[in-house]
């Protein structure tokens, strides 16, 4: 009885393998992982370089956004206080009209009886003191509102990412300096108004 043996032939080395020794190809071999884990340990220190720039940028962002933050509570505070001053506005004038219709009564009521002149005099110095009060109340709000606004702009600055936030604070905060001295320069005026009424009546009243 005869049995068949099957023979199987092995597949011939590549053709770059061809004409080398083991030796030769395990070095080969050796020089192209060494080239691959060069190449990959770059890749890697390049990858950790851009995680950390990244990193970075996302701190930076954080503090822009509370800084953003902070310059809308200012903005708030600003809004709620101009509102307040703007009230105060219009009640000066209100009683700016009531003192300049008080001053004429006053000069008209030298023909009046002496009680009802004095009654005149006494509410024109009134009117002129609730002018200063009112003053200095809106002068006191204003400076509030602009150590307020320097301290929240002190806060959010020291870059330049922050730049186009501070323009416009500069810029609010440069008009209500204005506004501060001009109010500054009525409180004088409006003080010495009240002297020279004073001074008016007692002219008025001496016989």
Known sequence: MYWLVAVTLQDKPPAEYMDKTVEDIINMWSEQLESHATAFTNEAVRVSH????????????????????????????????????????????????????????????????????????????????????????????????????????????????????????AQILKVLNVHHNSLLWIDENATKLTQDMGEIAQKITRP
């Open 50 to 169: 851009w995680d950390t720039e990244l990193m970075q940028n996302q701190t930076k962002l954080g503090e822009l956004a509370i800084d953003v933050r902070r310059l809308q509570v200012a903005q708030k505070e600003l809004n709620a206080n101009l509102d307040t001053i703007t009230s105060y506005q219009t009640e000066l004038e209100s009683t700016l009209e009531q003192l300049e219709s008080s001053v004429d009564k006053m000069f008209e009521s030298n023909r009046l009886i002496p009680d009802a002149a004095d009654l005149e005099r006494e509410a024109t110095l009134q009117l002129s003191v609730d002018i200063d009060t009112q003053l200095n109340m809106m002068s006191t709000a204003l400076k509030e509102t602009v150590e307020r606004l320097n301290q929240s702009s002190q806060a959010a600055g020291g870059g330049d990412d922050t730049d186009e936030l501070h323009q416009p604070i």
